[in-house]
């Protein structure tokens, strides 16, 4: 699973769990983790897409090889 499933996963479970709360408080702790892990999953998005079109490095050996 990659971090962002997981974040959303995280967000749900605190979605449900803003839901279930008897106590005010506790709902919107629970709702504002939410939304936090909500927005974890779009940044960890965004970072994806660098990742993708980031280069990645060439080692030393194949450096030297092509040299």
Same mark, same amino acid.
């Given at each position: 699973?990659?971090?962002? +499933?997981? %974040?959303? #996963? ?9 839901? =279930?709360?008897? $106590? ?6 629970? $709702? #504002?983790?939410?939304?936090? %892990? ?9 970072? +994806? =897409?660098?990742?993708?079109? #980031?280069?990645?490095?060439?080692? $030393? ?7």
């Amino acid at each position: 699973m990659s971090m962002r +499933d997981e %974040y959303r #996963t995280k967000a749900a479970v605190f979605q449900a769990r803003a839901l =279930c709360a008897s $106590d005010q408080t506790a709902r919107q702790h629970f $709702d #504002t983790m939410a939304k936090e %892990y909500l927005l974890l999953a779009e940044l960890e998005a965004h970072i +994806d =897409c660098l990742r993708e079109f #980031t280069p990645k490095p060439q080692s $030393d050996n194949t450096q030297k090889m092509s040299a």
